[in-house]
């Protein structure tokens, strides 16, 4: 009778420091979500460009984009020139600048990633807008250090962060490529978090070749597509 009190004893203390620990690993893990979430890079130039102006412009094509440390908006500028080489006007801008889509033929939108997840200024601005977005060809791109290993699963893993834009419009196409970390560039506590809790490594990923690649084989989908 002892022995079973004593193993029933030691089986609810078990299930009591099994309990604990994940409590602890939970709170930790909330604590680490709200702070990543209240945390920002420090403040940075939100640049816009325009190509393709003058002369006989068979479309205009928005390329919007979402950043934190201003690698993503580089990205864009890089898809935005490329464009503009196939005879096309192209403006980019940073998404939180935009109110309507007037004037546009079509729209590339690219986000940076945090906590994996699209940045939410660019999923507001799809849900806000996915009626007149639905009328357009709509491209996505998303750039971020998860393809620092550019595996398929890797891949995958990359590609389900669109899924919620997806969700709302989809797209003719949807670019994913490997970005840049630099923590001269990140806030005080996304720094720590970032560097020392996530451990993302420092470095330039961005397949330069490989992005204007993507956007040239885009331009004609942008152009021709029917949605």
């Known amino acids: ?92 801008k940073p998404v939180k600048s935009l109110n309507n889509l007037n004037g546009y033929s079509a729209v590339v939108l690219g986000s940076a990633v945090r906590a994996g997840k699209i940045l939410p200024e660019v999923t507001d601005f799809v849900k806000a807008h996915k009626e007149e977005l639905r009328k357009l060809p709509v491209a996505y791109f998303v750039a971020g250090m998860t393809l620092r290993e550019d595996t398929p699963e890797k891949r995958k893993i990359v590609d389900a962060y669109l899924d919620p834009l997806r969700a709302e419009v989809a797209p003719v196409d949807a670019g994913l490529f490997a970005g840049k970390m630099d923590y001269s560039k990140l806030g005080f506590f ?22 204007n690649n993507w956007a040239e084989k885009l331009l004609p989908k942008l152009v021709d597509g029917k949605k």
Do not use: H
Request: contains cysteine.
């Open 1 to 92: 009778m002892k022995n079973n009190k004593s193993k029933n004893n030691d089986a609810a203390g078990k299930r009591r420091n099994t309990s604990g620990r994940l409590f602890i690993l939970c709170f930790v893990n909330l604590c680490l979500v709200l702070l990543f979430s209240s945390c920002s890079a420090k403040d940075i130039g939100l640049p816009e460009f325009k190509y393709g102006e003058g002369g006989s412009m068979k479309a205009k094509i928005l390329v919007a984009y979402g950043t934190r440390a201003g690698s993503t908006a580089e990205v864009a500028d890089a898809i935005g020139k490329k464009l503009a080489q196939g005879g096309v006007a192209v403006d980019v």
């Open 190 to 211: 996304e720094k720590i978090i970032i560097k020392n809790m996530i451990k993302t490594p420092e470095g330039d990923l961005r397949n330069w070749p490989e992005i």
